[in-house]
């Protein structure tokens, strides 16, 4: 059975809830066969073991170690393998704080099944390839065990690891794998067990023969000595005997201590002779290097001026607009990217473009915002601040008589319209209290849809009282009901909402009979305290009212059942720069921030309303001054399109000609860059502007940056770049973000950023301080704009608006159940002990109930129990409106009381309670479900548990998000069975036949006609008698027509029972304008029948277009469910009510969890959010739940690339200074180095070194300015060391030699083996996707398809060879530099254990003697890699280096621009690259990668698209930098550029 995998990153930002299982056996075998291992040295295969494991440790994994008891019989032959095993077992247990199984048999064992169930691992690490062919089927077998329980697999060869992340090859679990594991179980059973048997047999027929019977040679005599020792070893476990096993790495290192100083003396000395290349350093002339680097020149071996490799250094500089040898102008990526439309244009379709775009954005804004929402900004109209109003308010304390007639005229108005609206209300009181009568959740919601259009306030009392009156009769008819055994509480639930709304509302107006009233419903339903409190005066009756009684108390029905509808402690007082709604205290303070133009990171929950300080900052520049700019910065292109929708539709603004409001700047197209006041962009494009010498005056325009979702610093992908961008701009910055675990750290390092601009500005003040006079008066021109701040403020909110529910639905004896999952369930005894109760996991007022109930059952002596019973709880005691704040008081002092029974008791907790406990869900029967339904009046349970919304006029909030598939290609699928489920027996499309759908064009539009009514001339008297008849036929054929078209329209109709869609929301007009953005788009009639049926969905791999249709279609609520991947996670606006995440997969981790449950339940949209977990083990959906949120660690910083472009920076850029400063800025304060002296001064090393690199390569001269091919290396910095390696064939002319037509007439044409080969060779440098080395076990299967890429041709390989040698010459020396740096008493140290081998205690070692000293040839490799005689010398080969050099160094060797021709993991194995560029070029088939390829339609698409316009961008940049057009290597390029774009978007269809 084949098993594809993908090259991954293992661990996500929140790993300490990831939990895996490594293999030991596995881990024995990696390690063991690791290339770099010397046999015999087993104190390094302990360094290599610890190694491997520490990596894991040190980014807060959490795993566990398995060995089965049944692979040690497969070791029979190999004594000195399995004493090895047995003493790394032994050592893990004693000398390690990893925890290691050893209990379970085989993965068959009952045992193991059920600690499978039990802790359900994240995956398991496992090799594919076992000792013996026995144990390789034995692992085999272990590996379609777990795939079938749901358990992903890595493969335990190939890892990768660098600062931050560990990669490896990762299979998913599938259905299929528990479909072939069912359908062969019984057979892997058998060959087992009989492997086993077989082992058993030969153990037991073996025996030691000792002493006269002895007849063994020397060799046989060594096993037996290993069995032995194998023995005594397992002894020692058996026995339980206390001994100090710290001597366990080396206690069979026999060949160690018997040899080690014949093999110093004689064999170590030849290479300890040996010369390491120290090559001398071109000494560079730079006031850069001075700056950042001038503390450590000394230290570094320089070449004197006159050494012939200076002298033959002299080039001629190198100009970014102009190259060496060619006067044609080079452009920038910014010129590159595609224009899309722009408001300079002067042809009539680029102008019809633009009048298309702002029409969808209009569209789009007016989904986001709403309509009649657009601010018309007005220059020179500062926005009014609280202080400024508070004043005007003071001024006017006298009236004059003028004021006091318009006061009269307005009371006279106002009594005018309260008796129109007493008059409204008497008309429609009638049929409103009958129908509350009838139906009181429908009843109330038209009495509320008054109350939201009547401005009377003393009305508005009148309606509440008598709605409450009318649902406090029907709730009295209802209890007299004889068949009502258990009560219905949704109209006591709508009874309490109104009376909290009159006593918190209307307390003004409130007389005495409106409290006897009040007080006589609270008594009937049994909350006598709270009417004494109202009224004290109320008489005694002598009624039974007990059968009217919910029979609870006040404070914990509130709790139970109101927890949505609780008010909040929101502020009344408007805020006069605020229009739309009444901020929040924490909202002002970001509005605060912004008018007095500081910096802040701003921390607060999704939906929580952070994102609007981002637009009034905006507003404030608009109104400021033409000229200012903002700059929106946002992750993903579907999010920069809803920005500029909302800026669209929320800012109006007169501009001056040829400026615009909002301009767009992306890699695959932009508008308006640089003519607008507001600019949103990714974050590479806005790295391009900043690191481009020539747009330095536009950059200096710039008065705000705003980074939304600012966590993506830590991401896996472009993380260096936001790094750039937060540490290279002057201007004041909001960073919003809902995921930051350490906002504290983020905003110190961003303090010390502020405070180094600081002292630049201050620097640069001071040398410009005689000023000439057209500086000031542009000073004094521009004195209205504020100067900015340095003051960077960290705004943090942890509350989240609404509460969040969750539920785990599952399947039981063909019954589908949904259960209420308690966050408790969550949480366990050592995971609060270690962590703690994660900050943002919250519970609902119900759930905190919930939590006491359990804690009073477990502890019925508790001392506190009667603190905190709900009516006697300080803050709830006697209260008639309990209020939001009160109930997370209440929650916080439960969590406080829990930690405390941990730390006092915590076996306590391991007490089961029904329905509850610490380490299990609260479960609720589908018949409670829907009981709780009346908490919720407007949702009804739907198809497939998710919750089926009625239709709301008050906002478009729409019905559910179906999230976290495994991949994109999923989607689809997804979507389908939902619309299948809603089918029935139906037509699933309409329109499926093409003649159908061409006869339906034509009815619709009248084509179809017989004959055509237009002519050119005026008719003959003879034509008009003639025609007669056939005026008639026309008169029957039109109303035929007509009739026709109304059949049509019935045939077409999608019936209400199958559709999610409500046509109320979206007009027929609107939504065909919306469909027909997708036209022209890949596989839009899939898309464009569910969306007809109110369906959708959204991943990665769709164009940006249907993304939006989608997104746009959801929000006004025409599209009720859509199916989605992670492209929803950040940041998008996509309210709903229900999110359900479906399977289980490694891309669903803690933060995209996170992320897309907080699409439900958003502030200002519905009372409460709901997350449902649908085929996800219990295990996963608790780590996802009690995981901590990330924090944030510095990248590596620096590339060559990176310094070359800061260099071509400084000199070119118009403002030296200012480009120095951002250079330096860059250089000195990185994230990975913030208080860290060691690693920035390895940076600098690093930094030195990579000028040396440019310099010899010939991209800088002595002064550091850019030379030769300096141009085409900084377009291509994306896909470094593959830029440089491209220049190295130019140079050398391959493609010339390479790139030779076919000799014919007309115009030039390449053969298709020189495009082949042109594939390959681009392939191997920007097409570099590994395969795990078992794929060769399967090449023969794929006859048609290229699933392995070819060899480079040998021209090609030694040009990289060449260039490898110069890396290793450059890089080796830079290692060796270094190794200074490192800490040599933790080198000395195994890195999981810490035993030292530096200690006094082992003076005495003969390893420690050789160690100790220090000498020369192995002073910057590691004292354990020493063992298998690695020296300095192997820091100059990349397949030894990450073994070999100092583990405390902080570098990695992908940090060095080395190209492999040929990859092998740690045990000697080739990796193959993925031949998917050349396969796509050969046969032009997306699908044929999907099935060959090992790759998933989502990735194959995005591959091929971006190998795509590499192609294109070297096309570009090679037909700029040649003279001649006709060149050879420039039409090939052109050539391969169009085949490729011919075979890409004709599977545009696919």
């Known amino acids: 059975m084949k098993i594809l995998t993908q090259f991954v990153s293992l661990l996500k930002d929140f790993v300490e809830s990831e939990f895996f299982l490594i293999d030991g056996d596995s881990l024995f075998l990696t390690c063991i066969s690791n290339v770099n291992l010397k046999r015999g040295q087993t104190l390094h295969f302990f360094y290599l073991v610890e190694q491997f494991l520490h990596d894991f440790l040190q980014k807060e994994a959490r795993f566990v170690i398995v060995f089965f008891k049944d692979v040690e019989n497969m070791y029979f032959n190999y004594p000195d393998l399995l004493a090895l095993r047995t003493t790394l077992i032994q050592h893990l247990k004693h000398n390690t704080g990893v925890t290691v199984h050893t209990e379970f048999s085989n993965c068959f064992s009952p045992e193991w099944e059920i600690f499978l169930k039990e802790c359900y691992p994240y995956f398991l690490i496992v090799s594919e390839k076992g000792i013996i062919p026995h144990h390789t089927d034995f692992l085999n077998i272990f590996i379609i065990h777990a795939l079938q329980k749901k358990i992903n697999i890595v493969l335990s060869g190939g890892q990768e690891t660098d600062v931050l992340r560990i990669y490896g090859y990762y299979a998913p679990s599938l259905y299929s794998h528990k479909e072939f594991f069912q359908k062969h179980e019984n057979k892997l059973q058998h060959i087992l067990h009989d492997y086993l048997r077989n082992y058993f047999h030969k153990l037991q027929k073996k025996e030691i023969l000792l002493y006269g019977h002895m007849r063994l040679d020397l060799e046989d005599m060594q096993k037996e000595l290993k069995r032995c020792e194998f023995f005594t070893l397992k002894q020692l476990e058996v026995n339980n005997w206390k001994l100090n096993f710290t001597g366990l790495p080396d206690l069979s290192d026999m060949i160690l201590w018997r040899n080690i100083a014949y093999y110093y003396e004689n064999e170590y000395i030849t290479v300890s002779n040996q ?111 609280p202080a400024n109003s508070s004043a005007q308010k003071k001024g006017k304390c006298q009236k004059n008589k003028t004021e006091k007639i318009i006061e009269e005229n307005k009371k006279r108005q106002q009594d005018k319209l309260e008796r129109r609206e007493e008059e409204r209300w008497n008309n429609l009181s009638l049929c409103i209290e009958k129908e509350i009568k009838e139906n009181p959740n429908s009843g109330m919601k038209r009495l509320e849809d008054f109350l939201e259009t009547c401005p009377v306030k003393s009305v508005k009392l009148t309606v509440e009282m008598e709605g409450l009156e009318a649902c406090f009769k029907s709730w009295m008819k209802y209890c007299l009901k004889p068949e009502v055994k258990s009560k219905d509480l949704s109209i006591i639930i709508l009874m309490m909402k109104r009376i909290h709304i009159i006593h918190d509302k209307y307390t003004e107006l409130l007389q005495n009979i409106h409290r006897q009233k009040l007080a006589k419903y609270l008594k009937y339903i049994g909350f006598d305290n709270l009417a004494h409190l109202l009224c004290p005066q109320e008489s005694r009756t002598d009624k039974d009212i007990s059968k009217y009684s919910v029979n609870m108390g006040a404070a914990r029905f509130q709790l139970m059942h109101m927890g949505p509808y609780l008010f909040r402690e929101e502020r009344s007082d408007p805020d006069p720069r605020v229009q739309h709604f009444i901020p929040d205290t924490w909202q002002r303070e970001l509005l605060d921030v912004v008018d007095n133009n500081e910096s802040a990171v701003i921390v607060a929950p999704t939906s929580s309303g952070k994102t609007y300080a981002s637009y009034y900052c905006m507003e404030k520049i608009l109104r400021e001054s033409d000229e200012g700019v903002v700059v929106y910065v946002a992750p993903t292109k579907a999010l920069v399109n809803q920005v500029v929708g909302t800026i669209c539709s929320l800012f109006n603004k007169s501009l001056p000609n040829g400026v615009v409001l909002c301009g767009v700047f992306t890699r695959d197209y932009r508008h308006d860059a640089l003519n607008c006041q507001i600019l949103v962009t990714v974050p590479q494009c806005l790295e391009i502007l900043l690191l481009s010498p020539h747009r330095q005056n536009w950059v200096k325009r710039i008065r705000y940056v705003i980074f ?79 100067k900015s701040s340095y003051c960077v403020r960290l705004v943090l909110y942890k509350e989240r608006y609404n509460d969040l529910e969750k539920y785990v639905c599952s399947i039981k004896d063909n019954d589908f159940v949904i259960e209420h999952y308690h966050p408790c369930g969550a949480l366990t005894v050592s995971h609060i002990k270690k962590y703690g109760i994660p900050s943002d996991l919250g519970f609902s007022p119900r759930e905190s109930i919930l939590l006491y109930d359990a804690m009073v059952h477990v502890w019925p002596e508790w001392s506190r129990m009667k603190e905190l019973e709900p009516e006697e709880f300080s803050l709830f005691k006697n209260k008639i409106v309990i209020k939001k704040a009160d109930t997370k008081i209440y929650e916080e002092e439960l969590k406080k009381e829990l930690i405390q029974w941990i730390q006092l008791d915590p076996d306590k907790l391991s007490v089961s309670h029904p329905g509850f406990s610490l380490s299990s869900s609260c479960p609720v029967t589908p018949t409670q479900v829907s009981s709780c339904s009346g908490l919720y009046p407007s949702r009804v349970l739907g198809p497939m548990g998710s919750e089926k919304s009625k239709s709301n006029s008050h906002h478009p909030t729409c019905l559910c998000l179906v999230c976290s598939v495994h991949k994109s290609s999923d989607t689809f699928p997804l979507a389908c069975s939902l619309l299948g489920s809603r089918y029935g027996p139906r037509e699933l499309i309409l329109g499926s036949s093409p003649r159908s759908s061409v006869v339906t064009r034509k009815i619709q539009s009248g084509s179809c006609w017989p004959f055509s009514c237009h002519s050119s001339s005026s008719p003959t008297a003879a034509q008009l008698v003639a025609s007669g008849a056939r005026v008639q036929r026309l008169i029957l054929e039109v109303a035929e027509m007509q009739e026709l078209k109304k059949h049509l329209k019935k045939l077409t109709q999608v019936p209400s029972d199958c559709t999610y869609t409500d046509r109320a929301r979206v007009d027929y007009k609107t939504f065909r304008k919306i469909l027909y953005r997708i036209r022209d788009t890949r596989q839009c009639y899939k ?328 000498l020369e040839s192995r002073t910057a490799v590691s004292p354990f890699a020493c063992l298998s005689n690695i020296t300095d010398q192997d820091l100059f080969d990349i397949n030894v280096v990450d073994d070999a050099m100092l583990r405390t160094i902080s570098v990695n060797v992908k940090d060095i621009p080395f190209l492999q021709l040929n990859k092998y993991d740690k045990n000697g194995r080739k990796c193959p690259l993925n031949g998917y560029a050349l396969n796509f070029y050969k046969h032009g088939s997306l699908s044929l990668l999907t099935l060959d390829n090992w790759l998933n339609m989502g990735d194959a698409f995005n591959l091929i698209r971006d190998f795509f316009l590499v192609i294109q961008s070297i096309r570009i940049s090679l037909r700029e930098l040649c003279d001649n057009e006709n060149d050879n290597v420039v039409l090939a390029f052109k050539q391969l550029s169009e085949e490729f774009r011919k075979k890409f978007y004709k599977n545009g269809k696919y």
């Open 275 to 385: 010369e390491i290349h120290k090559s001398g350093l071109i000494p560079l002339k730079s006031d850069i290097i001075e700056d950042y680097a001038g503390d450590i020149l000394a230290e570094l071996p320089f070449l004197s001026s006159n050494d012939p490799i200076v002298i033959s250094l002299k080039k001629r500089e190198f100009d970014e607009l102009t190259h060496w040898h060619s006067s044609r102008p080079l452009s920038g990526d910014f010129e590159r990217a595609r224009c899309t439309s722009d408001v300079k244009a002067n042809d009539a379709k680029a102008r019809r473009n633009i009048q298309k775009l702002h029409y969808f954005y209009r569209v789009l804004g007016k989904s986001l915002v709403g309509s009649n929402r657009s601010i018309i900004v007005v220059r020179e109209m500062p926005l009014k601040s």
């Open 708 to 786: 939304d979702e600012v966590h993506c610093l830590g991401g896996e992908i472009g993380a260096e770049v936001w790094e750039h961008l937060l540490v290279m701009i002057r201007c004041p910055f909001l960073a919003l973000s809902a995921t930051i675990s350490n906002p504290e750290d983020l905003t110190e390092w961003l303090k010390q950023i502020k405070r180094y601009w600081q002292d630049v500005e201050s620097a640069m003040e001071n040398s410009n301080s005689s000023s000439n006079a057209s500086k000031v008066l542009k000073k004094q021109k521009d004195k209205s704009i504020q």
């Open 1087 to 1414: 898309l464009r029948n569910l969306l007809w049926r109110g369906i959708g969905y959204h991943h990665g791999s769709m164009e940006h277009k249907q993304r939006q249709v989608v997104e746009m279609l959801f929000r006004v609520g025409h599209a009720k469910v859509v199916t989605a991947t992670s492209t929803l996670a950040l940041g998008i606006n996509m309210p709903c009510k229900s999110v359900v995440f479906t399977e289980d997969s490694v891309y669903l981790d803690a933060l995209h969890f996170r992320q897309m449950s907080g699409r439900a339940g958003r502030r200002g949209e519905d009372p409460v959010g709901n997350v449902f977990f649908y085929d996800i083990p219990l295990p996963k959906i608790e780590r996802l739940l009690k995981s901590n949120v990330p924090k944030l660690k510095g990248q590596f910083p620096l590339s060559i690339s990176l310094v070359l472009r800061l260099m071509l920076l400084v000199s070119k850029a118009d403002d030296k200074e200012d480009a120095k400063a951002k250079a330096l800025s860059v250089l000195k304060h990185s994230l990975m180095s913030f208080n860290q002296p060691r690693i920035m001064c390895m940076l600098k090393f690093f930094f030195i070194y990579s000028l040396q690199f440019l310099v010899r390569e010939g991209y800088l001269d002595q002064e550091c300015n850019p030379i030769g091919y300096t141009g085409l290396v900084t377009h291509l910095h994306y896909h470094e060391p593959a830029n440089f390696v491209l220049v190295s064939f130019l140079v050398k002319g391959l493609f010339h030699k390479l790139c030779i037509p076919m000799k014919r007439k007309g115009p030039k044409k390449f053969s298709e083996e020189v495009m082949e080969t042109l594939v390959v060779v681009l392939a191997h440098l920007f097409g570099r996707r590994y395969l795990p080395p078992c794929v060769k076990k399967f090449e023969k299967a794929f006859s048609h398809s290229v699933v392995i890429l070819k060899d480079l041709p040998k021209d090609f390989a030694t040009v990289i060879e060449e260039h490898n040698n110069r890396v290793h010459r450059n890089f080796g020396s830079f290692l060796l530099t270094i190794s200074k740096l490192a800490d040599m008493r933790k080198e000395y140290q195994l890195p999981l254990s810490e035993i030292d081998f530096s200690d006094k205690k082992c003076e005495e070692s003969q390893l420690v003697t050789h160690l100790m000293p220090g």
